[in-house]
């Protein structure tokens, strides 16, 4: 098992989880340490000592702060980064701007998170527009073999691909790199849904080069939840407009997602506090401690009850990981797991489905250890027991 994390590094305690409860579910919505907490609740006492003096005079300043930190942890420019509550918002914005006509194809994986889809779905139909579908298994062979699926099903009618930087479903990690340079070859426009990827795999915005990208920092960055980055190529700056547009709609591209109606900016003003949490440790180190953690204890709990755990190949696996189930589900079945798993054994562990079949998606973050997916093993052979009694 992969070792606790290093002396000096913020265990357990620094986080205000429940501690009766195994929580497995880090990708589910992250978990805001209680350091970064206490400084969204400073942020939220300063606002309301003025609410008009912090709001109109202090926060744009204060915004470009937080839009430098986050463009260097994205190892970008601050230009190109606007702000949005999650990656949902950021999805839309750019598919309900996407042109599309009849005929026209959006390509995406059988991977896709199926929030994303809906709203696919709306445009697409709204439009007459197409969507082809890669079917990439949970453990591919290989990175190109991914990015060879995906550019089979682009053509000259694509409008737009959409890939997990890290998708929920399995927690492959997709060829962006590769995928984002083919469709640039093309012409093609390409956003990356990377709602899992900051603070769980390295992001280099500018050796990307999407055309555009969503990342949440409520997940592995672990700042406050409805904190997120929405990153537009310099082409599409003058033309990507906030769903929700404001006083400030006709300023340009940043001052247009800045104001976009009266909010609580403290979630989004805490993100330095929450990159500076994980400073000292180092994210590579964090990186590989949390994906050695997360590819144990999924090994360990297949083994435990006879199944696999996918292994994808090098750079294509991270923090979140599969487990098979012994048995067949429906999604409520799924649903009923994970509910018993929470009430009767406090594990929190989300039961996923790709391709018709559901797997166990554990995660790892610097408060677990090796016993909190023993016991998630131990809870899923009382569970066969019982289900064997039952039969
Ligand atoms: C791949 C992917 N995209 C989008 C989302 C939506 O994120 P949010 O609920 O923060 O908007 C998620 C959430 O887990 C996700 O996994």
């Known amino acids: ?3 606790d994390p290093a002396p000096g590094w913020p265990g357990t305690s620094a986080w205000a989880l429940d501690p009766d ?27 309301e000592r003025n609410p008009t003096g912090f709001l109109v005079h202090q926060l744009p300043e204060l915004l470009d702060g937080v839009r430098r930190e986050v463009a260097d942890f994205l190892r970008t420019g601050p230009e190109g980064i606007v702000f949005v509550d999650n990656a949902t918002t950021g999805t839309q914005t750019v598919i309900a701007q996407t042109r599309l006509g009849a005929g026209d194809e959006i390509v995406v994986t059988d991977h896709c998170y199926p929030a994303v889809l809906a709203q696919l779905h709306r445009t697409a139909a709204a439009a007459g527009a197409v969507l082809r579908v890669a079917s990439v298994p949970v453990e591919p062979p290989s990175r190109s073999w991914v990015t060879e699926a995906v550019m089979a099903l682009v053509s000259g009618r694509t409008r737009l691909v959409i890939i997990d930087h890290v998708a929920s479903c399995s927690g492959l990690v997709f060829p962006v790199d590769q995928i984002t340079a083919e469709c640039r070859r093309l012409g ?5 849904d990377g709602a899992h990827a900051p603070g769980q795999v390295p992001v280099d915005l500018d050796r990307l080069a999407p055309d555009f990208w969503v990342g949440n920092l409520h997940k592995w960055v672990c700042a406050p939840k409805a904190t997120a980055a929405l990153y537009a190529a310099p082409r599409w700056r003058d033309q990507l407009l906030p769903l929700v547009g404001s006083h400030r709609l006709t300023e340009g591209y940043q001052a247009a997602f800045d104001w976009t109606g009266t909010r609580d900016p403290s979630a989004l003003l805490s993100v330095p ?3 500076r949490f994980f400073a000292a440790a180092g994210w590579p180190a964090i990186w590989a401690h949390n994906n050695a953690l997360a590819r144990q204890g999924a090994a360990l709990i297949a083994k435990s009850v006879g199944t696999a755990a ?7 696996a991270a923090a979140m990981r599969l487990a098979g189930l012994p048995w067949q589900l429906t999604d409520a079945h799924a649903k009923e797991l994970e509910r018993r798993l929470l009430e009767q054994e406090r594990v929190v562990v989300p039961v996923t489905s790709h391709a018709g079949a559901h797997w166990l998606r554990v995660s790892a973050q610097l408060y677990n250890s090796p016993g909190d997916y023993e016991r998630l093993a131990d809870a899923l052979l009382r569970y066969q027991r019982e289900r064997a009694h039952l039969v």
């Open 310 to 316: 996918p292994d994808p190949p090098d750079g294509m």
């Open 273 to 275: 506090a929450a990159l």
């Open 1 to 3: 098992m992969a070792a």
């Open 21 to 47: 409860v195994s929580y497995l579910n880090h990708g589910g919505f992250g978990a805001t340490p209680r350091c970064v907490q206490a400084d969204q609740l400073t942020w939220r006492t300063a606002l």
């Open 188 to 192: 093609v426009a390409v956003l990356i």
